[in-house]
């Protein structure tokens, strides 16, 4: 029995290890724009992150080590909170015109689902003679946790998917609204038109802004709701350079000609990214696969000849 404790203890222990290694790995962690580009904005100050940082414990580096890790759990137990303003923001993104307590409800009932399945299947092999009561319990449990967390995977695609589509219909409502603003409407009258022959997600949203808008919201209020909504860097930046723009007098047909653009060129950025890593996954197969069967069929007639001239 001790024999065996030890082994758990050090199985946990080992796979504790490895998982810490792996989430800590630079290709599961992206880092975030502003980390991207911070060593570009400093000019002065040379000293060393690591060891400038203030601890608000007693101990040191081994805080420094756990923080990152503590402070991703943290975010991810503000996602399944009941209450969470982050899973409100990211219905909203969803375009989903549900409250967080009925969402949280649905994953209640995904998660009684596969619980309800799981049931079943191990009711099945009860019958048959094969019932294992800690594997019976962790298939329970897991297919329910399983549920309840597939829906929440779900919501983000469907996040990711709009974002998607709102992307590649900005640049064309971009441009309509700078057609409309230099024929001299508006920019409330050019979201009207735009409103009237869109009928996109992003016309949606743009529907919404105007709805607050009639209801009494300033415009460019509105416009940052909306920003706020969508958590998008083009779409950000279009409020922005609209807001400029009715500040300062800008031409806002150049600004908005100026942001369709932009968005143009991540678009061909992330085709050319995503280009580049899809060619670097080409060479798994190829390596592993192609390159081992091209050497034996190179290599196995000579070796084959020598063993004959023996």
Do not use: H
């Amino acid at each position: 029995m001790g024999t065996l404790s030890l082994a758990v203890l050090a199985g946990a222990c080992l796979g504790s290890g490895l998982w810490l290694t792996f989430v800590r790995l630079p290709i599961m962690r992206q880092p975030r724009f502003v980390e991207r580009i911070a060593p570009q904005l400093k000019s002065v100050d040379v000293g060393s992150r690591l060891l400038g940082s203030q601890s608000v414990t007693p101990f040191g580096p081994l805080e420094r080590i756990v923080r990152p890790v503590a402070r991703d759990a943290v975010t991810w137990l503000n996602r399944y909170s009941p209450a969470s303003s982050i899973l409100a923001r990211r219905l909203d993104q969803a375009g989903r015109n549900q409250s967080v307590l009925d969402f949280r409800a649905e994953q209640i009932m995904w998660g009684s689902a596969g619980l309800a399945l799981s049931t079943m299947v191990i009711l099945s092999l009860a019958t048959s003679g094969s019932f294992n009561p800690f594997l019976a319990v962790l298939i329970i449990f897991g297919s329910a946790a399983g549920g309840y967390l597939f829906r929440d995977y779900l919501l983000g695609t469907e996040i990711r998917k709009r974002e998607s589509r709102i992307l590649a219909e900005f640049p064309s409502l971009a441009e309509l609204m700078a057609l409309a603003v230099s024929a001299g409407e508006s920019a409330t009258g050019a979201l009207e038109r735009i409103c009237r022959t869109g009928n996109g997600e992003l016309a949606k949203e743009f529907s919404r802004v105007l709805a607050e808008t009639r209801a009494g919201t300033p415009l460019m209020e509105s416009l940052q709701n909306f920003s706020n909504r969508t958590q998008l860097a083009p779409l950000v930046r279009f409020v922005d350079g609209i807001s400029v723009a009715v500040e300062r007098g800008t031409p806002l047909a150049d600004v908005l000609r100026a942001q369709a653009q932009d968005v143009r060129d991540l678009s061909k950025r992330e085709l050319m990214e995503s280009a580049g890593r899809k060619e670097i996954a080409m060479m798994v197969p190829l390596v592993f696969g192609v390159l081992p069967l091209t050497v034996l069929f190179a290599v196995y007639p000579g070796i084959a000849l020598i063993n004959l001239g023996f």
